[in-house]
């Protein structure tokens, strides 16, 4: 476990922190965007969560430690040398990434079929919810962009997509079981 006497070290002045190997990178670098977003979506699920409860709000308590468990499967690169490594880094597996869609197939059974796109909105935990669902979707794609330059674990791709998913349908199912859903009315405004 991680032990924090100090909060502040003046180590990251200059622009640059240290990643989950020691080495120095900017704080703009591509991993740190990513991971730094991951940990976004964390923050929009602490909202939400203060409007869940019962199986909703156990579940999203699972997911904020697997994006914590994320975060730290992205600030560690060099795969290759996990084998090597003083100890195993943490690295997010198939098997959260397959959490997640039994979970979305046992939300969805109970929804009726859409018949149109949906605007975020409804309930006040749906709404957040949604909220979560665009952070995570722009986390995903930062970490689709980071696999384009260096080596990344693609579980967690799979799992920030399936993310973004669980969050569209718990939405759904946060909006008393979609009757409250906004419905998208194409031109309605013309």
Not at 17 to 23: C, D, K, P, V
Not at 93 to 120: C, G, W, Y
């Amino acid at each position: 476990m991680v032990v924090l006497n100090k909060i502040y070290t003046r180590t990251g002045d200059s622009g640059e922190t240290a990643l989950g190997n020691g080495a120095r990178v900017a704080k703009h670098s591509m991993r740190v965007t990513a991971y730094g977003t991951v940990d976004e979506v964390n923050a929009t699920v602490g909202l939400a969560r203060l409007h869940a409860t019962g199986e909703t709000d156990d579940a999203l308590s699972r997911i904020q430690n697997d994006l914590f468990d994320l975060g730290a499967d992205l600030c560690r690169p060099d795969m290759e040398k996990d084998a090597q490594a003083e100890y195993t880094p943490l690295r997010v597996t198939d098997n959260q990434v397959t959490r997640l869609e039994s979970e979305i197939d046992t939300m969805n059974k109970a929804l009726e079929p859409l018949r149109s796109f949906i605007l975020p909105g409804g309930t006040e935990l749906a709404a957040f919810l949604h909220l979560c669902r665009t952070v995570s979707r722009r986390a995903e794609r930062l970490a689709v962009e980071l696999a384009t330059i260096e080596e990344m674990n693609p579980a967690a791709i799979k799992y920030l997509n399936r993310l973004s998913d669980w969050f569209f349908v718990a939405a759904r199912v946060s909006n008393d079981g979609g009757s409250k859903d906004v419905l998208w009315q194409p031109g309605a405004n013309r």
